[in-house]
């Protein structure tokens, strides 16, 4: 049973727009949610994080909305650009960080 | 090196033959984990050790996969007589994994990507 669920699988958006991703959860013990860009023949690089006790983090153009009652999580791209184009990764951890579970994954098309 | 490095980078393998996959973590991370990529899906994890303990193995596939730490720097994934099912790109990840936030991000290495004819 997958853990952390995440769509859409793809998304396209032209230069400018906003890109939004979900991720849903199940497991209340998950304690810490962090969203990862991975490029073609590259490992996964963290992006930007939240622990459940706020709603929202922002850095730079990224934005995390995280609803709790609801158990889910949302990335938001403001402005996205065509360097975007990746694929994106919701995961969660419990407390102790010693276990990722991880979303299948969002490949991001930013047209120019 | 200021990330994290694996080798080989890609490794064929015909299928019963067995492999070694290598890791080395940034230094002074205490914490590794390795994970299992199929194509067109996120990260499995595997397994995840603390210094040279392996400490959580419960996603190992079966038993023809093993990990090992011995001196809890570099690691190796080693898989027996390999499978088609095994074909995927094992990822690697270490993190400092002491105190508090942010020391538990991960930071991942390129990958090896394994094929298994």
């Known amino acids: 049973q997958q853990q952390v669920k995440q769509s859409p699988q793809s998304l396209i958006v032209q230069k400018g727009g906003i890109s939004i991703i979900n991720c849903a959860y199940e497991n209340t013990a998950f304690d810490y949610f962090p969203w990862y860009q991975q490029f073609p023949g590259k490992g996964p690089a963290l992006l930007i994080a939240i622990r459940p006790d706020v709603s929202e983090k922002k850095e730079g153009r990224f934005t995390i909305s995280f609803n709790k009652s609801a158990k889910q999580f949302s990335l938001h791209i403001m402005d996205s650009q065509p360097g975007d184009s990746a694929t994106y990764f919701c995961a969660a951890s419990t407390y102790n960080f010693n276990k990722f579970y991880f979303g299948s994954g969002t490949k991001l098309n930013v047209k120019p | ?117």
Not at chain 2, 8 to 22: C, H, I, S, T
Not at chain 2, 64 to 79: D, H, M, Q, Y
């Open chain 2, 1 to 117: 090196g200021a990330g994290v490095s694996q080798s080989p980078r890609y490794k064929v393998a015909k299928r019963g033959q067995d492999v070694a996959l290598r890791c080395d973590p940034i230094s002074g991370h205490v914490s590794l984990f390795w994970y299992q990529q199929a194509l067109g899906q996120g990260p499995e994890f595997l397994t995840y050790f603390q210094n040279e303990a392996q400490l959580d193995k419960s996603g190992l596939p079966s038993d023809r996969f093993f990990a090992e730490r011995p001196e809890g720097s570099v690691s190796t994934l080693k898989i027996q007589r390999t499978q088609q099912e095994d074909s995927a790109v094992y990822l690697c990840a270490s993190s400092l994994g002491t105190g508090t936030l942010p020391t538990y991000e991960q930071y991942f290495g390129p990958g090896t990507r394994l094929t298994v004819t």
